[in-house]
């Protein structure tokens, strides 16, 4: 019996011993596998599952940007359990976080709330260590799947036959992505295409894949391969996640109706509430980015009846109620949203609902009306500081179209003051400021029209205006005696106002607001809690003088300040404020003043309809302000300022409103060069030059040289009119210029010469008209030649030539670009000024010499 207990000993020994030596791809897959999974991979899973339990928790939907995410994650299903999961595509996301998007929507990878931050730490080297410590949760899941794949793949014939080293690939492939390492996630899922390309659930990896090409921004390969995958029919759980990656790399690539299409079919594929809820409100932005507001409003409704989360609930009824068409039931719709804002924890949002009853309100043409739900929303305690930004934005909006811009520049500035979404704060930043520059100019054109509309009254006339202004003044001041007396009585006593802002409304049982600061000692001594309760006051109440009744005189009055201290009425009572003298003798009589006025107030009134195009490409407005501008007579440098802002922005889309410009240009100021602009307005494209275009030219030059300018000026207007974007258009005006000069005088040649810079700068035409103009403008004196370069005599008394000679055009032989066709002569004489313009002796000077350089070369054929 002991023998037979030795023998089996001994053969259980070199069995155990044999199986040690075994190479490991020798040893047995299912224990492999069973090691693997409730080893390092199991460790794996659940590093990665705690890091999109983190993101889930730690997610905040930004219902301001262009698109919501449709994934914020809750459980992350990996490798086998995909396909045991019927709920797959519900309990498998990623979150992708919305960022800035100019063409669709930004594919960054998202940041991990909650999560410590990588600080120079690194997970364990690859052959198997443990994590080092401080890593975050995700280098830690990618640790634990590489040591999973170097401790347990069984790789026989280049085939991978432990099963469970696909989920270590799938694991290792999400975590990259998630660390912004998508080409290195894409190598690990090449692992699995190359050595497990018969597995069921190389779609998974395939999509992962797509995600891949997604993030390093290379749409066309992630469409290809999403498409691909529609195409092999794979399974319906696969498909579930497929159509919402596929969507939102759509949108990424900025191809928003293909992504209306896919959010259609991942709605109808997912069955998950929450899910259905945030496809359905991602679908609704996209169609209201479309300008399909009816089923961007039926998708919006669609979210809200699946929706599983209050924010989410309050923020589509927003969205219903922001596209309106404005032809539905609007009263049914009003009293829907005001009814829901008084029950229940709704009430506790009812700035938002006024806020979205205004919104409605517009849709429907009710403009008071909405102006009125927005200041009723103000009255309301903030929920979200975004709303109460937005809803100052529509009351200044309001003041804007009234013209008002002090009233909306103070709007404006509350809206920034609250807004906590950065692109809209930019955007009103700029707003703000140019509707400060146009405050500017606006109320300096009224004070001074103000003015001079008083020095042309009589004594009679200003003592009965001023009489009717004091009668108002007295009122005015007789109200505001009674507010503050009412004001002084009520004081310490409850006046029944019990609003969010009011002092009785029970908002909060401590004293002072509560910051979250739960330290316990006297207010004041925390600076950080009073550094919090300041910013607090103004972000609800702007900036307050210490004063009586602060809540209620100020805020009513600061408006209408403002609008004071512009228009220059002073807001200190003077004594003698009663008596129309006091008033009559602050008007100035001097002359010389008042043109002064009036100069100001033309220059800000040119200025100001050049900033209502610049600024709000507002043409009409624009327009009425430059012509209300020309009916009064401002100086000749204002008047061809306007005339010619007026015909720049008007005759290519509005030929008629330029057209009174155009006239008053070419009638009164002919030989300007504005009036050479609305002569031939600058064209910005040229064909190819044809071959009767450069026999016109040729025939032109010839008449030039045989000193037929008319003629030559003929053949140029007519082959102009009939070829207006020749490429030789510019050669012809520079040759029509000397034609000018020739015939009538310097003067003249030099307006057609500054035409030719200003519309043709960057041809070689337009930089030597340039050159030529500094030439001619200058101080040289002139010597006399004729048409060889040789100098003429000239008599006392005898009048001067028109122009230098020596300036000559493009030859005719010389079409091609270069300067060598010009005339013998031109090329071997010295040049030497022509003609003395100003009577002077000829004096020595080192200015450029125009000689070649002045000949026009023809531009490159476009």
Same mark, same amino acid.
């Given at each position: 019996?002991?023998?037979?207990?030795?023998?089996?000993?001994?053969?259980?020994?070199?069995?155990?011993?044999?199986?040690?030596?075994?190479?490991?791809?020798?040893?047995?897959?299912?224990?492999?596998?069973?090691?693997?999974?409730?080893?390092?991979?199991?460790?794996?899973?659940?590093?990665?599952?705690?890091?999109?339990?983190?993101?889930?928790?730690?997610?905040?939907?930004?219902?301001?940007?262009?698109?919501?995410?449709?994934?914020?994650?809750?459980?992350?299903?990996?490798?086998?359990?995909?396909?045991?999961?019927?709920?797959?595509?519900?309990?498998?996301?990623?979150?992708?976080?919305?960022?800035n998007r100019p063409s669709g929507r930004n594919s960054g990878i998202?940041?991990?709330?909650?999560?410590?931050?990588?600080?120079?730490?690194?997970?364990?080297?690859?052959?198997?260590?443990?994590?080092?410590?401080?890593?975050?949760?995700?280098?830690?899941?990618?640790?634990?799947?590489? !040591?999973?794949?170097?401790?347990?793949?069984?790789?026989?014939?280049?085939?991978?036959?432990?099963?469970?080293?696909?989920?270590?690939?799938?694991?290792?492939?999400?975590?990259?992505?998630?660390?912004?390492?998508?080409?290195?996630?894409?190598?690990?899922?090449?692992?699995?295409?190359?050595?497990?390309?018969?597995?069921?659930?190389?779609?998974?990896?395939?999509?992962?894949?797509?995600?891949?090409?997604?993030?390093?921004?290379?749409?066309?390969?992630?469409?290809?391969?999403?498409?691909?995958?529609?195409?092999?029919?794979?399974?319906?759980?696969?498909?579930?996640?497929?159509?919402?990656?596929?969507?939102?790399?759509?949108?990424?690539?900025?191809?928003?109706?293909?992504?209306?299409?896919?959010?259609?079919?991942?709605?109808?594929?997912?069955?998950?509430?929450?899910?259905?809820?945030?496809?359905?409100?991602?679908?609704?932005?996209?169609?209201?980015?479309?300008?399909?507001?009816?089923?961007?409003?039926?998708?919006?409704?669609?979210?809200?009846?699946?929706?599983?989360?209050?924010?989410?609930?309050?923020?589509?009824?927003?969205?219903?109620?922001?596209?309106?068409?404005?032809?539905?039931?609007?009263?049914?719709?009003?009293?829907?949203?005001?009814?829901?804002?008084?029950?229940?924890?709704?009430?506790?949002?009812?700035?938002?609902?006024?806020?979205?009853?205004?919104?409605?309100?517009?849709?429907?043409?009710?403009?008071?009306?909405?102006?009125?739900?927005?200041?009723?929303?103000?009255?309301?305690?903030?929920?979200?500081?975004?709303?109460?930004?937005?809803?100052?934005?529509?009351?200044?909006?309001?003041?804007?179209?009234?013209?008002?811009?002090?009233?909306?520049?103070?709007?404006?500035?509350?809206?920034?003051?609250?807004?906590?979404?950065?692109?809209?704060?930019?955007?009103?930043?700029?707003?703000?400021?140019?509707?400060?520059?146009?405050?500017?100019?606006?109320?300096?054109?009224?004070?001074?029209?103000?003015?001079?509309?008083?020095?042309?009254?009589?004594?009679?006339?200003?003592?009965?205006?001023?009489?009717?202004?004091?009668?108002?003044?007295?009122?005015?001041?007789?109200?505001?005696?009674?507010?503050?007396?009412?004001?002084?009585?009520?004081?310490?006593?409850?006046?029944?106002?019990?609003?969010?802002?009011?002092?009785?409304?029970?908002?909060?049982?401590?004293?002072?607001?509560?910051?979250?600061?739960?330290?316990?000692?006297?207010?004041?001594?925390?600076?950080?809690?009073?550094?919090?309760?300041?910013?607090?006051?103004?972000?609800?109440?702007?900036?307050?003088?210490?004063?009586?009744?602060?809540?209620?005189?100020?805020?009513?009055?600061s408006i209408e300040d403002m609008k004071s201290e512009a228009l220059?009425?002073?807001?200190?009572?003077?004594?003698?404020?009663?008596?129309?003298?006091?008033?009559?003798?602050?008007?100035?009589?001097?002359?010389?003043?008042?043109?002064?006025?009036?100069?100001?107030?033309?220059?800000?009134?040119?200025?100001?309809?050049?900033?209502?195009?610049?600024?709000?490409?507002?043409?009409?407005?624009?327009?009425?302000?430059?012509?209300?501008?020309?009916?009064?007579?401002?100086?000749?440098?204002?008047?061809?300022?306007?005339?010619?802002?007026?015909?720049?922005?008007?005759?290519?889309?509005?030929?008629?409103?330029?057209?009174?410009?155009?006239?008053?240009?070419?009638?009164?100021?002919?030989?300007?060069?504005?009036?050479?602009?609305?002569?031939?307005?600058?064209?910005?494209?040229?064909?190819?030059?044809?071959?009767?275009?450069?026999?016109?030219?040729?025939?032109?030059?010839?008449?030039?040289?045989?000193?037929?300018?008319?003629?030559?000026?003929?053949?140029?207007?007519?082959?102009?009119?009939?070829?207006?974007?020749?490429?030789?258009?510019?050669?012809?005006?520079?040759?029509?210029?000397?034609?000018?000069?020739?015939?009538?005088? !310097?003067?003249?040649?030099?307006?057609?010469?500054?035409?030719?810079?200003?519309?043709?700068?960057?041809?070689?035409?337009?930089?030597?008209?340039?050159?030529?103009?500094?030439?001619?403008?200058?101080?040289?004196?002139?010597?006399?030649?004729?048409?060889?370069?040789?100098?003429?005599?000239?008599?006392?008394?005898?009048?001067?030539?028109?122009?230098?000679?020596?300036?000559?055009?493009?030859?005719?032989?010389?079409?091609?670009?270069?300067?060598?066709?010009?005339?013998?002569?031109?090329?071997?004489?010295?040049?030497?000024?022509?003609?003395?313009?100003?009577?002077?002796?000829?004096?020595?000077?080192?200015?450029?010499?125009?000689?070649?350089?002045?000949?026009?070369?023809?531009?490159?054929?476009?």
């Open positions: 019996m002991k023998k037979n207990i030795l023998f089996l000993l001994v053969i259980c020994l070199v069995a155990s011993c044999a199986t040690k030596t075994k190479k490991p791809e020798q040893r047995s897959k299912l224990l492999k596998g069973f090691s693997t999974y409730y080893n390092t991979l199991f460790n794996a899973k659940d590093a990665l599952n705690s890091e999109f339990t983190a993101r889930d928790k730690g997610h905040k939907d930004n219902f301001y940007a262009p698109y919501i995410p449709i994934l914020t994650f809750e459980e992350q299903p990996l490798g086998s359990d995909l396909g045991q999961s019927t709920a797959f595509a519900e309990n498998s996301m990623k979150m992708a976080e919305v960022a998202p940041n991990i709330p909650n999560m410590p931050s990588n600080q120079g730490n690194t997970p364990s080297n690859p052959d198997g260590g443990t994590a080092t410590k401080g890593a975050t949760t995700l280098e830690i899941a990618e640790a634990k799947a590489l !040591k999973a794949i170097n401790k347990y793949s069984v790789t026989r014939n280049g085939e991978e036959k432990n099963k469970q080293i696909f989920d270590a690939y799938i694991i290792l492939a999400q975590s990259r992505i998630y660390r912004n390492k998508p080409l290195e996630a894409m190598d690990a899922l090449n692992y699995v295409f190359t050595h497990m390309k018969d597995d069921k659930r190389i779609p998974l990896a395939r999509i992962y894949q797509g995600v891949a090409y997604d993030k390093i921004k290379d749409y066309h390969r992630a469409h290809e391969t999403f498409a691909k995958l529609k195409g092999d029919g794979i399974n319906k759980t696969y498909s579930k996640l497929l159509s919402i990656y596929y969507a939102e790399s759509l949108l990424d690539a900025g191809k928003k109706e293909d992504a209306a299409k896919e959010l259609d079919l991942a709605f109808e594929l997912n069955s998950n509430r929450k899910l259905k809820s945030r496809i359905a409100y991602l679908r609704g932005q996209v169609l209201e980015n479309l300008g399909q507001n009816d089923k961007a409003r039926e998708s919006y409704t669609a979210a809200y009846k699946y929706s599983s989360d209050f924010e989410f609930e309050v923020k589509s009824q927003i969205a219903i109620a922001k596209t309106f068409n404005g032809k539905g039931d609007y009263n049914g719709a009003k009293n829907y949203l005001e009814g829901i804002s008084k029950k229940g924890t709704y009430a506790s949002r009812k700035n938002e609902f006024y806020y979205a009853l205004g919104l409605m309100a517009n849709k429907a043409g009710k403009k008071d009306e909405a102006q009125q739900f927005f200041r009723k929303s103000l009255f309301e305690k903030v929920s979200d500081p975004q709303i109460r930004g937005l809803a100052y934005y529509e009351i200044g909006k309001s003041y804007l179209e009234k013209n008002d811009y002090i009233g909306a520049g103070t709007y404006y500035d509350s809206a920034l003051a609250v807004m906590t979404y950065e692109p809209s704060k930019i955007l009103l930043q700029d707003q703000s400021a140019y509707i400060k520059k146009i405050s500017k100019n606006y109320y300096l054109i009224k004070k001074n029209d103000s003015i001079l509309s008083l020095a042309k009254m009589d004594n009679t006339q200003r003592t009965e205006f001023f009489s009717k202004y004091i009668a108002k003044l007295k009122i005015k001041e007789e109200k505001e005696e009674q507010e503050r007396r009412r004001a002084e009585r009520n004081k310490g006593f409850d006046t029944g106002d019990y609003n969010a802002n009011s002092i009785f409304a029970n908002n909060n049982s401590n004293s002072f607001e509560d910051f979250g600061v739960t330290t316990k000692g006297f207010y004041f001594n925390n600076t950080g809690t009073v550094s919090k309760g300041t910013s607090s006051f103004k972000q609800v109440w702007g900036e307050r003088a210490l004063s009586d009744n602060w809540r209620f005189s100020k805020k009513m009055a220059g009425v002073t807001t200190v009572a003077n004594p003698r404020r009663f008596e129309p003298a006091y008033y009559i003798e602050q008007i100035p009589t001097d002359q010389g003043k008042l043109a002064l006025l009036k100069k100001d107030r033309d220059t800000a009134s040119l200025g100001l309809g050049i900033m209502y195009q610049n600024y709000f490409t507002n043409t009409p407005l624009a327009t009425k302000t430059l012509y209300d501008l020309v009916d009064v007579k401002p100086e000749e440098k204002v008047m061809l300022q306007a005339l010619y802002e007026i015909f720049a922005m008007n005759y290519e889309k509005t030929p008629q409103a330029a057209e009174r410009a155009k006239q008053i240009l070419l009638a009164d100021y002919p030989y300007t060069s504005y009036a050479e602009f609305a002569r031939n307005p600058k064209n910005n494209s040229f064909v190819k030059s044809t071959e009767d275009v450069e026999n016109e030219y040729k025939k032109a030059y010839a008449l030039y040289e045989a000193e037929k300018f008319g003629e030559s000026k003929e053949v140029i207007d007519q082959t102009l009119q009939k070829y207006p974007k020749d490429a030789l258009v510019p050669k012809l005006y520079l040759l029509n210029a000397f034609n000018t000069g020739k015939a009538s005088g !310097k003067e003249v040649m030099i307006l057609q010469l500054e035409q030719i810079a200003l519309n043709y700068s960057k041809t070689p035409e337009g930089i030597r008209a340039k050159e030529m103009l500094n030439y001619l403008k200058s101080d040289l004196s002139f010597l006399a030649t004729d048409n060889k370069g040789n100098s003429i005599p000239q008599q006392p008394g005898a009048p001067t030539p028109p122009v230098n000679n020596n300036i000559q055009p493009m030859a005719s032989e010389n079409l091609n670009g270069n300067s060598n066709g010009a005339p013998k002569d031109l090329k071997q004489a010295q040049p030497k000024p022509s003609v003395n313009m100003n009577n002077t002796p000829q004096q020595k000077t080192d200015k450029p010499k125009f000689r070649n350089k002045s000949i026009p070369d023809r531009p490159q054929n476009q």
